[in-house]
């Protein structure tokens, strides 16, 4: 079965440091994956997605993350935090085919100035 | 840009009330979604919908029942319903064409039940 896990429910980072947050699939077909990011009282927005174009992504607001099918990890990285990006990222997978996400269970982010 | 539009953001109803959700996205969706979010249970998937007047059952039905008359709009209902069903609910829309489309979030109803 398809599925996604996200390490650590809460990461906290220092303004300007790095920002890692892990993402790790299973599936036995090559998945398209995506990032989201959820700001408080919103709905959930696009970060980036993989679809096997290139194995490191770029998305918006200077995140990025990289496929590596040998780790079966998608994690998402951004070289210096600000206190903008304190939100909630969900990782998500997609198999081939018309079928839904399967999310993982969401990092919450907390920026400390 | 795409937008789904969900009618509430916040509403709260009494147990036993049947309550509707609903949803309208304006890109011509083939797919459309509703999923509950909870603290620590991420999102969990309850209805989906490939095409109008279809329906499919996500990971926790129970309780719900959703409704697709159109293309554009896809309804959320709550026949009777039960404290444990207060959450944040959100809707999503994808086009069907490759599988590598997103699906793209409206804003969320924070449903209060009491």
């Known amino acids: 079965a398809q599925s996604v896990t996200q390490l650590g429910s809460h990461v906290s980072v220092s303004e300007g440091a790095l920002v890692l947050l892990r993402c790790n699939y299973s599936s036995s077909v090559p998945p398209y994956l995506f990032w989201y990011v959820q700001y408080p009282n919103q709905g959930l927005q696009l970060l980036l997605k993989?679809?096997?174009?290139?194995?490191l992504v770029k998305g918006i607001n200077g995140f990025e993350a990289e496929f590596k099918k040998s780790e079966t990890s998608f994690h998402l990285t951004k070289p210096s935090a600000h206190m903008s990006d304190a939100a909630e990222y969900f990782c998500a997978l997609l198999r081939p085919g018309n079928t839904p996400l399967v999310f993982g269970k969401g990092t919450r982010l907390s920026v400390i100035a | 840009d795409v937008k789904v539009t969900q009618s509430s953001r916040y509403l709260v109803k009494r147990t036993g009330e049947k309550v509707f959700l609903e949803c309208v996205q304006d890109m011509d969706h083939e797919n459309m979604f509703w999923y509950r979010q909870d603290p620590g249970l991420g999102l969990r998937l309850i209805y989906f919908?490939?095409?109008?007047?279809?329906?499919e059952k996500g990971d926790i039905p129970e309780g719900y029942s959703v409704s697709r008359e159109k293309k554009e709009r896809f309804s959320l209902i709550l026949e009777s319903a039960s404290t444990n069903q207060t959450s944040m609910y959100l809707c999503?829309?994808?086009?069907?064409?490759?599988?590598?489309?997103?699906?793209?979030f409206g804003d969320g109803t924070r449903l209060s039940i009491l």
């Open positions: 993989y679809t096997s174009a290139a194995t």
């Open positions: 999503a829309s994808k086009t069907e064409g490759s599988g590598n489309q997103p699906q793209h």
């Open positions: 919908s490939y095409d109008v007047k279809m329906k």
